[in-house]
C-alpha cells in the first residue's frame, strides 16, 4: 500500500508554491481577459509566505500542517481565492487530523472534503467555470483509482482531468466569481483558476518523473 509522509506532503507543496510564485504574472494576465486581474498576484502573494513559513511550520501531523497553511491562505492570499483556498486547506487538514502518513485512499478523501467545503464556501456548482470544474472531476478520478495504490498513476490521470477541464470550460460563460460580471467576455477564455490547478498537477508530474503530454494551449507554453 502506497502511504504518503508528511515529510513528501511538505514537498509537494513546496514545489506548487514555485508554481504559484512563477506564473503570478501569467496567471494574473489570464485572469484580466474576463475578470480584474488579480489571481496570480493574489495568489503568489500567499505562496510566498506559506513557502517562507514551510519549514517552521508544525509538523507534528499532516492536519496540524495544512491547518496553518490554511491560516496563511485565509490571511495573506487576496481577493476571493484567500477564503476558497484556505477552506480548501482547511477541510483537508481536518480530514487528516493527527495522521503523520496517509493512503492514497485517505488522501482521496481529504481532497474530497476540500472540494465540498470548497463548494459549500463558495457557491458554486460543477459548470459554472471556477476551477471546482477541475477539482469536482479530480475527486472522482482519485476516489475511484485510489485503491489501485498507484500513486504516479493516479497523478497522471488527475493532471489529465485537469487538463481537459481547461478546453472543457473555455467557452462557458462564468457564473459564479469577478468574471460572472462581464458575462459574455468571459466566454472563450480559460479560468484562470483551472489552469491554475492545472500547472500545479502538471509541474507536480514534471517533479515526480511521470510522463504526461498535456493538450491545452496554456499547459504547452
Ligand atoms: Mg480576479
Known sequence: MTEITIEQVEKAIDVASDTVIRNEIYFSDLDGLAGDGDF???LATGFKVIKADLPTLDKSAIGAMLLKISMLCSKHVGGSSGPIWGTGFMKA???????????????????NAAVEGIMARGGAKLGDKTLLDALIPIAEKMKELAPAGDAAAVLKAVTEVADKAIDET????AHRGRASQVGERSANTPDPGIVGVA???????????????????????
Open 93 to 111: 487538514g481536518m480530514a487528516s487530523k493527527d495522521k503523520t502518513s496517509v493512503s492514497l485512499e485517505e488522501l482521496a478523501a481529504m481532497v
Open 170 to 173: 473555455r467557452n462557458l460563460v
Open 199 to 221: 500547472t500545479i498537477l502538471y509541474d507536480w508530474c514534471k517533479h515526480y518523473g511521470v510522463d504526461y503530454t498535456p493538450t491545452a494551449a496554456e499547459l504547452n507554453r
Open 40 to 42: 496570480g498576484t493574489s
